[in-house]
């Protein structure tokens, strides 16, 4: 009696020929809201403002696939704390800065060969009805 497909796979449910496929991650995280001191204005940087990060990073290939480890990819928690606390670090006064600061914190600090950084500030502080302005950066590794 012939094997059938459920009998080819280990406890997970994964084929164990799975190890030979090459995979390319990317971790994404959208709608991180934090608070922080960023705006043209001293008024606006003193008050501070809601501010909406997305964040996107290519891992390349990544263990994770196989092996199910946190360690083994880019924990996005430990991702979000460190924009978060770039944000903290100190007032800026365009999203630019602020985006590429982060973008380059995330290249220092994670395993990542690629880093795109979205800031966006709901209703901006000016004077035509406006959903949010956004700024978009993205970085690779230094050779």
Known sequence: MAPDDDDLTDDDGYDEDDDAVESVVTVEVTGLSIFAAV???EAER???TRIL???RMDVGECDATVT??????????????TAWLVAQERPYRTLERLCSVIADRILADFPV????VKAAKPEPPIPLPVGEVSVEVSREPAD
């Open 39 to 41: 705006g043209v204005t």
């Open 46 to 48: 003193e008050v501070g």
């Open 53 to 55: 990060l997305d964040l």
């Open 68 to 81: 199910d480890m946190v360690e083994d990819t880019v924990d996005y928690a430990q991702v979000c704390q």
């Open 113 to 116: 060969e690629y880093v795109w």
